[in-house]
């Protein structure tokens, strides 16, 4: 009764199948949870460069209101270079995707409040869901959570500081950011100035590799062996595995992980600016240091992070902020004109 077909199988069945993933929610249910602005929605939709930003460098990194004139700055470079920027936070329960000006004051003013939270992948069902349920929270994403709303609303680059990584005793500690996962895991690409020396950087480039992430440090016409930067330093002792020299070479790595259809992130690691930048052996004593007083002060687990952040402020004297401040700029600006090389390969 079968029909085959030429090479004698049978002919194959058509089932349609009817499933419901979040994808096909009906629009009115999905707008309750992730908003994204009409600037941003009509960027993407045409193939401009858009570049994320995240978060928590606002609500957990810089004081109000410094972070406000930061958030605004990057904004403003983005725009400057011709990109567009989308900022990405928890405001009021609400994911939004391209905050506006109120919204990010909104949220940098909510910084330092025990009940605004540090949003990563794992908290984004809570957040949303008792926004749901009526209690609306502020939260500042990490790039871990940034990454992944940022992909679901179709951005490729994203520009922040520095990411999280394995750290220093992660092997029995297990404290790995889940930053690595999620480069692991979604296709976007991050440039940051690496990840903080506090960090166990050899650990956090094998932890990325198993991933499947690629690792790629901004040469800028330097030759000869690079090392992967560490954030206030230009150098961590640890070679980058691979190194790029324009953003339209980057560019083209994203371009080729999508037309393979590979679906892990990239990692662009851009130095410090020279000037800014504070020479590792300078901050090897103070990581030293700040990390034995935590061990003896007893500041374990996610106290260890902060303890250890606000004692590098302090034992580099105030150097930290305006450094800080200077690569994320740069960063930005990479993260804009890689967003442009893209854009235009597209075309
Ligand atoms: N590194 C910094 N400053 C920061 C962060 C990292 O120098 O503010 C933030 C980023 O948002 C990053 C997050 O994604 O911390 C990582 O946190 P955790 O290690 O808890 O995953
Ligand atoms: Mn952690």
Redesign the pocket.
Known sequence: EHQLDNEGRPPIRRVKLKLQTPDQLPMKDRSHGLIISADVAMAVANGSPVVAL?S??YT??FPYPQNVDLALDLEATVRTLGGIPATIGVVDGVIRVGLTREEIITLASAAGKPETM?V?RRDIPYIVGMGLSGKKLHG?????A?MMIARQAGIRVFG??????V?RGGQDSM?I???LTELGRTRVAVVSSG??SFLDIPRTLEYLETQGVTVCTFADGRTGEVELPA?YSRESGVKSPLVFQTPQQAANMIYAGMILNTQSGMLFANPIPEEYSIPKSEMDVAIDQAVREAAEKGFHG?TN?PFI?SRIKQLTEGRSIPA?RALIMSNVAIATEIAIELSRIRK
Do not use: P, Q, R, Y
């Open positions: 995240e928590t460098i957990h990194g540090k990563s500042g994403t990490t790039v871990a940034t922040t500081g520095g990411l999280g990584g750290h404290d950011s889940a930053d990840c903080k954030f996610h992070t952040l800080n």
